[in-house]
């Protein structure tokens, strides 16, 4: 089969709410979809909010292959999997999530746990798994079911210059503060050379239209299925006449507002993480390194991450010293370290950026890694990071 007839339905995780959906990035999620068009590939994509209907909209439609994130939705009914396993002989799953966590990881997020069954349960209806833990791909491997790791990527299009920073410039950690990271942040070491960066789109406009776009999307799917005839026919009309017919139609008018939206929160976040000195990584739950990582690196700045502990693939993709700097998650001091030879050694900094963003543009592009699934799926020959 020539990769320009491969038929793939992309379901997509998204959530209504911004304060929920600004975490998801758009490389991991509709940037995804993104690269598999630039590969020819045809691909069908709906929402989460859109499951519902998910059987009406693909009625008809013949698919190659399904792919869905299979860790973070809140509800995947067993029938809804059944039928969405009926549809392709190939399913990817893909696992944006650790699927092991210990027991302090828990005691913090007690939902967790049951995240990891649901997430289980889940892999009974896909035929392959792309893991962003090295550990989890192992395992599933070990267990006779065919998974790759799956590094995190950034599409090549946001990729920015390179410069030196500013005199005075702090470095800026990006991203949800839980315990321990709130420790991280109240150390007085770090603050005085580290700064938190709200998400790029707040207190503008984008996130209340953000909410707005599903709330019509919301009011789109509850046309009545039985009651009254004059107040559904009313329903209707109404639905018709404000967002146009229902179905593929309407679908399609909220996929075109929804790339909109995260297209320029993306944008806004890649321009907004290249204003720091350098961009941190503090200590997380999921291990590998986050998609902060590589985005960062395709802002222009360079990166300092913790070394997460018995991840050996995983501190490969980038050198030490050379393209990334590495602290240890247990010394804070560490860090502080990493910071202050940055700001001593500017044009080490600038050097450290150029190289980091080379690696990313030549091997961690979201183009790159969906043409090596795509080959993975194919063949079985599993990717080189």
Not at 28 to 44: I, P, S, T, W, Y
Not at 156 to 169: V, W
Not at 196 to 214: C, M, W
């Amino acid at each position: 089969m020539s990769r320009t007839a491969l038929r793939v339905l992309f379901l997509a995780l998204e959530f209504p709410q911004w304060k929920e959906a600004r975490h998801v990035s758009y490389a991991a999620q509709l940037g995804m979809e993104e690269g598999l068009r630039e590969l020819g590939v045809d691909c069908f994509t709906i929402t989460t909010p859109w499951f519902s209907e998910a059987r009406a909209l693909c009625a008809g439609r013949r698919f190659d292959q399904v792919w869905i994130e299979v860790a973070r939705h809140d509800v995947l009914e067993n029938p809804w999997l059944e039928w969405m396993a009926s549809l392709a002989p190939v399913r990817l799953g893909l696992l944006a999530e650790s699927l092991e966590y210990g027991s302090e990881e828990t005691a913090i997020f007690p939902e967790l746990a049951a995240r990891n069954d649901a997430t289980r349960r889940r892999l009974r209806y896909v035929t392959h798994v792309a893991a962003c833990d090295e550990h989890d791909a192992a395992n599933l491997k070990a267990s006779r079911i065919p998974a790759m790791w799956w590094p995190q990527a950034v599409p090549l299009r946001y990729l920015r210059s390179c410069t030196a920073h500013l005199p005075g410039q702090k470095a800026l950690f990006a991203g949800a503060v839980y315990p321990p990271r709130n420790q991280w942040l109240e150390l007085p070491m770090l603050r005085e050379r580290m700064t938190r960066l709200p998400g790029p789109i707040e207190g503008s406009q984008h996130a209340p239209l953000f909410d707005a776009l599903h709330s019509i999307a919301r009011l789109l799917l509850r046309v009545p299925r039985q009651g009254d005839d004059m107040l559904r026919r009313l329903y209707c009309h109404f639905v018709r006449t404000a967002r146009g017919a229902l179905g593929t139609l309407a679908l399609e008018e909220y996929l075109f507002l929804l790339r909109s939206l995260r297209e320029h929160a993306f944008r806004k976040w890649i321009n907004a993480i290249g204003a720091g000195m350098a961009v941190v990584n503090l200590p997380h739950f999921v291990k590998t390194y986050s998609g902060r990582v590589v985005e960062g690196m395709a802002a222009g700045r360079p990166v300092i991450s913790w070394r997460i502990p018995n991840r050996p693939l995983n501190e490969a993709l980038f050198e030490d010293q050379r393209e990334i700097l590495l602290f240890d998650p247990d010394r804070p001091e560490s860090l502080v370290a990493q910071m202050d030879r940055l700001t001593r050694e500017p044009n080490e900094a600038l050097r450290i950026a150029e190289r980091a963003q080379q690696k990313v543009a030549a091997h961690h592009t979201v183009e790159t890694r969906i043409r090596q699934i795509l080959k993975w799926l194919e063949t079985a020959e599993e990717p080189r990071f």
